[in-house]
C-alpha cells in the first residue's frame, strides 16, 4: 500500500519559514519523479514544485520560485519542502503527489 504522510506544516507569521516533509512508503520511493502541489480553500489544487527521482532537478512554480526549495533524501524514502518568506497567499492544504497518488496532506497557514 502507498503511504505519502505529509507533516510540518503550522500556524506561520509572514515572513516566516517552514519545512514539509513527507514519508513515503509501499513503493520504490527512488525511482519515482515527486511533487508537491497545495490547495486552499475555495480554489483548485495548485502544482508547486516537483523533482527527479535523483534529485538532481527541480521545477518550481512561478509563485514559490526563490522561495521554495524542493529536495529528497532517498536513503531516507522523504521528499521535503524548504519554504521561505511565506505569504497569506501561501496559506493552503500542503499535499506530496506521486502520479498517481496523493497523500492527506499537512495545512500551512500564513498570518499575522
Known amino acids: 500500500e502507498v503511504q505519502l504522510q505529509a507533516s510540518g506544516g503550522g500556524l506561520v507569521q509572514p515572513g516566516g519559514s517552514l519545512r514539509l516533509s513527507c514519508a513515503a512508503s509501499?513503493?520504490?520511493?527512488?525511482?519515482?519523479?515527486m511533487t508537491w502541489a497545495r490547495q486552499a480553500p475555495g480554489k483548485g489544487p495548485e502544482w508547486v514544485s516537483g523533482?527527479?527521482?535523483?534529485?538532481?532537478?527541480?521545477y518550481y512554480a512561478n509563485s514559490v520560485k526563490g522561495r521554495f526549495t524542493i529536495s529528497r533524501d532517498n536513503a531516507k524514502n522523504t521528499l521535503y519542502l524548504q519554504m521561505n518568506n511565506l505569504k497569506p497567499d501561501d496559506t493552503a492544504r500542503y499535499y506530496c503527489?506521486?502520479?498517481?497518488?496523493r497523500g492527506q496532506g499537512t495545512q500551512v497557514t500564513v498570518s499575522s
Open positions: 523533482i527527479s527521482s535523483d534529485g538532481g532537478n527541480t
Open positions: 503527489k506521486t502520479s498517481r497518488d
Open positions: 509501499g513503493f520504490n520511493f527512488s525511482s519515482v519523479p
